[in-house]
Structure formats: structure tokens, C-alpha cells
């Protein structure tokens, strides 16, 4: 059975870091690219940032290129999220996925097949 566990979110203030971890279980890690979403209320699942299998590519949406680094340790099973130079604007759920193997763009969610519970990050001005 897939799981995929994240954890890492909270409160912090504007300027402020901090760094989401997404555990995951059930299926060969080390075998499948993985995403980071973003949900605020009110707006649409949002592609953050995607990384290969392996972690030689990695891709940002461009409204936290810079700021936000992906990063995965395939022999922990673990995906992380490193959050710099946050932003009231980055308020949201915060969930992991993993790729479904075949077609479609890292941005689009229908690319994923199973996804974490979500971990809540809030940004204060």
C-alpha cells in the first residue's frame, strides 16, 4: 500500500525558512519521480517543484525559483522541501506525489498517481 507522509509545515514569519519532509512507503522510491503541490483556500492545486528518480533534474514553478530547493534521499525513502525567503503569498497546503510513470507535465496534478494527507505552512506579514 502507498504512503506518502509529510510532515515539516507550520508558522513563520515573512523572510523566515523552513524545510517539509514527505516519508514514503509501499512502492520502489527510488524508481519514481516525485512532486511537490500547493493548495490555498479558494484557489486550484498548484505544481511547486518536481524531481527525478535519480535527482539530477529538478524544476520550480517560477513564483519560488530560487527560494525553494527539492531535494530526495532515496536510500531514507524521503523527499524534502527546503522553504527560503518565505512570503505571506506561499500560504497554503503543502502536499507530496508521486509521479505516475508515464506522460504528462510536472505541473499538472493528473501526472500523479497517489498523494500525502498535506501539511498546512503559513506565512504572516
Known amino acids: 500500500q502507498v504512503q506518502l507522509v509529510e510532515s515539516g509545515g507550520g508558522s513563520v514569519q515573512a523572510g523566515g525558512s523552513l524545510r517539509l519532509s514527505c516519508r514514503a512507503s509501499g512502492f520502489t522510491y527510488s524508481g519514481y519521480g516525485m512532486g511537490w503541490f500547493r493548495q490555498a483556500p479558494g484557489n486550484e492545486r498548484e505544481g511547486v517543484s518536481y524531481?527525478?528518480?535519480?535527482?539530477?533534474?529538478?524544476l520550480y514553478a517560477d513564483s519560488v525559483k530560487g527560494r525553494f530547493t527539492i531535494s530526495r534521499d532515496n536510500a531514507k525513502n524521503t523527499l524534502y522541501l527546503q522553504m527560503n525567503s518565505l512570503k505571506p503569498e506561499d500560504t497554503a497546503v503543502y502536499y507530496c506525489?508521486?509521479?505516475?510513470?508515464?506522460?504528462?507535465?510536472?505541473?499538472?496534478?493528473?501526472?500523479?498517481?497517489?498523494w500525502g494527507q498535506g501539511t498546512q505552512v503559513t506565512v504572516s506579514s
Open positions: 506525489a508521486k509521479w505516475r510513470g508515464a506522460g504528462g507535465t510536472w505541473l499538472s496534478a493528473n501526472a500523479y498517481d497517489y
Open positions: 524531481i527525478s528518480s535519480s535527482g539530477e533534474i529538478a
